[in-house]
């Protein structure tokens, strides 16, 4: 029976298999799942699309009406890297996919639907030498002028390759690379390393030294340590990478970009995203990057142009130069927006109707919809975690911070005429209250942008002067990230690891408040999320979601705590629980309990430091001998900022320095932890301040961690209540590095330096 069976669809799953299967029930994008029957086995599934790259079908009678309906043509190329030649459909649409008519006409599934999810890149067909020749919209006078002007600047490059003939010119690495390519010797999933060895410009021996010296890059890409040693330029790899995600490489100096090309993208959305628009026929945008590797550029730009876009690559140099160049201004941000906006039209009556936004929608009343909406997706672009809207008294302008990276800065400042329009917009936008001033009220907004849900927590407050705050926290749904990213040392990660492995027990992670403890513990339930082991999690707020988890929001409105819901899950058959927060003594002491009947149980606390959060539970009213026989272990964190890798620089400490650094570190365990030998070669990093970083030196954060084991001698202490010091004095003696230590390390290895180390670990210093 199972051969009789006739396949009408294949599944490319995200793990790599393609499975060939009949339709269960129709296929319906906006489900987000497809039911099929596999052909191997008859069995029936039903598969999420969040697994799903996309789905080959054959078209069924409705779907052949969008026969000749075609649009571009694209190479579409999932995050398994298949290639898929196919016209775009663009009367057939769904939320979370689009539909192309494939191209091979040896296969019988005519009809793709890809998952947005699922695609690394889509690459639209046509080039811009093309474009140019047939887009016959410029006279031909004014091509003769291009061309003449195209002539004059490639003698000016020809002027460059003599001054720099002692080099190799990237034209011949290009050729190289090309000749090799066209011989089949380059793959989409070749490594760049591959590429580059097969082409002759570094020798395999330089490309495993590169990765041995892997020490304090573990994340680094290859090429970026070969451009570090100076074997490559930034500039052969980025035509490498543009060969490997079959991208053009373009010389942006040889170029004239086209009017309607800059005029398609606003100066905010070029310095934000550092692309450069160069040419443009109405309905393709052709937009230089140098980050070739980032797959959500073209979407963003997608997003903001409604076109097509074809991304190209260049170096960063020649499109900052470019930019500079074309968008001649300083600033640019949402300002922009407000280009053409007068004050007095922007003054809504604090009960003016608002609500009727939908029905009768006046100039002002957009323009702060468009105002509103930009400042919530630039602040989740940026990578704030809230964002602060502050109405001043009177005259005085209104602002907008954001906090990245742990610190607010100023994002925005807006007439004080503005101020009762943006907090009523964003009251509208998260249900509340818009005639209520006087107390203070929270809600959320969720908006999707690229496929991604974002959702915001808004909390309004009644301030002095009859103006009202309001603080959004951003809530994106983001996925778990690996043990392995979580920036532990070899030592505190073996021991966290052998924690995970246990069948019963309690880990605690603390520190204050946006030190990342959620996201440790999620990394810690996505080791140990499998088939076989069942996992709750009860949480305040949900920040990061993950599949196969039992995931519980606190709701206190309906009575659901952290303690209502842990005590519901020991009825419900777990073998992992996390609990969001021991936010009090009950739900402390039911976790313990949890833990010593056969459960791993992992916490967070607010507490300082690892010894200090043993002796905090015991004064909580722990008793002393269930907790020494459940805990685990306990790890204290911080984040601290994180050097800017695109402009840090080596210096050479001084001695004074080093010894200061010995001194924070502990001289007497410095010397005995052999952490660095003062030389002449010793080097640190410093913070130097470019575009990337906003200018303050640091980019993204860094974990600083402090482990405590709960070894036999720490129980014993534990049991008999041993104070603070004596619990601590034991544990750095079986190993415990505390978070300075571990800190200092982080500073020698050119992570974070002394000034944001000792910011973060302000809590511990002061003990
Ligand atoms: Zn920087």
Not at 714 to 743: C, W, Y
Request: charge should be negative.
């Amino acid at each position: 029976m199972v051969n009789q069976m006739k396949v009408d669809v294949v599944l490319e799953l995200m793990d790599g298999r393609s499975l060939e299967a009949v339709l269960a029930r129709p296929f319906i994008p906006e489900e987000n799942e497809i039911r099929i029957m596999l052909a191997k086995g008859g069995n029936v599934h039903t598969y999420l699309l969040s697994k799903v790259c996309c789905v080959l079908m054959v078209p069924n009678a409705q779907q052949m009406m969008f026969y000749g309906k075609e649009h571009y043509s694209e190479e579409v190329i999932t995050t398994t890297d298949k290639h898929f030649h196919v016209a775009i459909l663009k009367d057939l649409k769904a939320r979370n996919g689009f539909y192309g008519l494939y191209k091979d006409i040896r296969s019988p599934f005519k009809l793709i639907f890809f998952t947005n999810n699922g695609i690394k890149l889509r690459k639209q067909g046509s080039l811009v030498g093309e474009i140019l020749q047939d887009k016959g919209l410029v006279t031909h006078h004014s091509i003769n002028e291009a061309l003449e002007e195209q002539r004059k600047l490639r003698e000016r490059r020809l002027g460059d390759i003599i001054s720099e003939e002692h080099d190799l010119h990237p034209k011949i690495i290009e050729n190289i690379i090309e000749t090799a390519y066209k011989e089949g010797k380059v793959t989409p999933r070749m490594k760049i390393g591959d590429i580059l060895i097969n082409a002759g410009l570094v020798t395999g021996e330089q490309v495993a030294n590169a990765l041995a010296s892997q020490d304090f890059g573990k994340r680094k890409k290859i090429g970026t340590l070969l451009i570090d040693k100076g074997l490559i330029t930034e500039e052969q790899l980025l035509m490498v990478l543009a060969l490997k995600f079959r991208l053009r490489f373009v010389d942006i100096e040889k170029e004239i970009p086209k009017k309607e090309a800059l005029d398609a993208i606003p100066a905010y959305v070029v310095y934000g995203l550092r692309v450069f628009p160069l040419d443009d026929d109405g309905k393709h945008l052709v937009v230089a990057t140098s980050e070739p590797t980032d797959h959500t550029l073209p979407e963003s730009l997608r997003f903001y142009t409604k076109r097509w876009i074809e991304m190209v690559v260049s170096s960063p140099r020649q499109i900052s130069r470019a930019i500079l160049k074309y968008y001649p201004q300083k600033e640019y941000g949402v300002d922009d927006i407000l280009h053409g906006m007068s004050v007095d039209e922007l003054v809504v009556e604090p009960d003016a109707e608002i609500s009727d936004i939908d029905t009768s929608v006046s100039e002002s009343d957009s323009n702060i919809v468009m105002l509103v909406n930009k400042i919530l997706l630039d602040g989740y672009s940026k990578g704030a975690s809230d964002i602060h809207f502050e109405p001043a008294l009177k005259a005085q302008p209104f602002q907008v911070r954001y906090r990245i990276d742990g610190t607010c800065r100023l994002a925005h400042q807006f007439p004080a005429g503005y101020k009762r329009a943006i907090i009523s917009r964003l009251k509208i936008m998260s249900n509340l209250d818009i005639s209520e001033h006087g107390r203070p009220q929270s809600g959320k907004i969720l908006v999707w942008q690229q496929n991604k849900q974002i959702e915001y927590r808004v909390e309004v407050s009644p301030t002095v002067g009859g103006n009202e705050d309001a603080v959004l926290r951003i809530l994106t749904s983001a996925e778990p990230l690996p043990l392995e990213d979580m920036g532990f040392s070899a030592n505190n990660m073996a021991a966290f690891r052998r924690f995970l492995t246990q069948a019963y027990g309690i880990i605690l992670c603390v520190g204050p408040t946006g030190s990342g403890k959620t996201t440790t513990l999620h990394a810690a339930l996505k080791f140990l999320n499998t088939p076989e082991v069942k996992i709750w999690t009860v949480e305040d707020p949900v920040e990061i979601t993950q599949w196969g988890l039992r995931q519980v929001q606190v709701h206190l409105k309906i009575g659901l705590t952290f303690q209502e819901a842990l005590s519901s899950f020991l009825r419900s058959d777990p073998d992992v629980i996390m609990v969001g927060e021991m936010r009090d003594t009950e739900t402390a002491r039911i976790a313990i309990e949890a833990s010593l009947t056969g459960h791993l149980v992992l916490s967070t606390l607010h507490t300082n430091s690892a010894p200090e959060t043993v002796v905090r539970l015991i004064e909580m009213g722990m008793d002393p001998f269930n907790f020494a026989d459940s805990l685990l272990g306990v790890l204290a964190q911080r984040l601290a900022r994180r050097l800017c890798e695109k402009c840090k620089e080596p210096y050479h400490p001084d001695k004074e320095e080093y010894d200061e650094l010995a001194t924070i570190y502990d001289q007497k365990w410095f010397l005995e932890h052999n952490v660095n030998l003062y030389s002449d070669d010793l080097t640190l990093m410093k913070k130097v301040g470019c575009h990337a970083c906003n200018n303050s030196g640091y980019k993204g954060r860094a974990t600083i961690h402090e482990l405590l084991v709960n070894t036999e001698s720490i129980k014993q202490l534990i049991r008999h209540r041993a104070a603070l010091d004596e619990i601590r004095t034991m544990a750095m003696k079986e190993g415990m590095r505390t978070l300075l230590m571990d800190g200092i390390q982080k500073v020698f290895q050119g992570i974070t330096d002394r000034e944001e180390l000792l910011r973060v670990c302000r809590y511990e210093k002061s003990q």
